[in-house]
Antibody, heavy 119, light 110 residues
Framework: QVQVVQSGAEVKKPGDSVKLSCKAS????????IHWVRQAPGQTLEWMGW????????RYSQHFLDRVTFTEDTSANTVYMEMNRLTSEDTAVYYC????????????WGQGTLVTVSS | QSVLTQPPSASGTPGQRVTISCSGS????????VNWYQQLPGTAPKLVIY???RRPSGVPDRFSGSKSGTSASLAITGLQSEDEADYYC???????????FGGGTKLTVL
């Protein structure tokens, strides 16, 4: 059974960095890309980019290109998303989701991680 | 503001058929497959339609999708109270080279 489990909630101050984790199980980890999507309170979903474990070469949304880094630890079946220079506008639930090769269908989602940025 | 435009709300009574529209452009819907996601309150999104009109395993056949030109639609027949949720369309956009989500439609079952 496929499971995607994310790390716990974070509270940060403006200017801080945050690193979230997304651990997947129940399938061959390197066969699926992992996307990151965030949702600010009461807002729509916002795509941040993807990383394909084992292949390297992450892809970032232009909006996050200079502030976000995706990394992976294939030995732990885990991907990470690090965001720098946080502001209050980064307060959101951050989701990771996997998609099968050859598509952009986000078929399995993590439970989400709430990041609160407040002074 | 999202480039994929959805009505902010929709509603129907149990048993009715409702449709939710998603309008885009030639850079996204007009040239790329469309997915639809359902988000129940307080939960992560769930894929209910992929590649315009295909249903993942486990999604009831009451859910269907269609696409014509630069617009797509999600239809739900035999509306049930459990369908009350936010629905989002999504597609790759060649202009921004990224995935775009619609603004979301809140479906209320009266």
């Amino acid at each position: 059974q496929v499971q995607v489990v994310q790390s716990g909630a974070e509270v940060k101050k403006p200017g801080d960095s945050v690193k979230l984790s997304c651990k997947a199980s129940g399938y061959t980890f390197t066969s699926y890309a992992i996307h990151w999507v965030r949702q600010a309170p009461g807002q729509t979903l916002e795509w941040m980019g993807w990383i394909h474990p084992g292949n390297g070469d992450p892809r970032y949304s232009q909006h996050f290109l200079d502030r976000v880094t995706f990394t992976e630890d294939t030995s732990a079946n885990t991907v990470y998303m690090e965001m720098n220079r946080l502001t209050s506008e980064d307060t959101a639930v951050y989701y990771c989701a996997r998609n099968p090769p050859g598509s952009l269908d986000l078929v399995d989602w993590g439970q989400g991680t709430l990041v609160t940025v407040s002074s | 503001q999202s480039v994929l435009t959805q009505p902010p709300s929709a509603s129907g009574t149990p048993g009715q058929r409702v449709t939710i529209s998603c309008s885009g452009s030639s850079y996204n819907i007009g040239s790329r497959p469309v997915n639809w996601y359902q988000q129940l309150p307080g939960t992560a999104p769930k894929l209910v339609i992929y590649t315009n009109n295909r249903r993942p395993s486990g999604v009831p056949d009451r859910f269907s999708g269609s696409k014509s030109g630069t617009s797509a639609s999600l239809a739900i027949t035999g509306l049930q109270s459990e369908d009350e949720a936010d629905y989002y369309c999504a597609a790759w956009d060649d202009l921004v080279s990224g995935v775009l989500f619609g603004g979301g439609t809140k479906l209320t079952v009266l």
